[in-house]
């Protein structure tokens, strides 16, 4: 389910999967990515 996230890039689906996973560290890590994208 992750990998179909990452591909659609479903940012909020893909952080709540891994947070369901028991990583929340990689969750915040994908999160802080893409704002640092977004960011410029």
């Known amino acids: 389910a992750q990998e179909v996230c990452v591909k659609k890039n479903l940012l909020r689906e893909q952080v709540f999967i891994l947070g369901r996973m028991g ?11 893409k704002l ?3 960011k410029g």
């Open 36 to 38: 640092e994208d977004m």
């Open 23 to 33: 990583v929340p560290k990689r969750a915040l890590s994908v999160l802080i990515n």
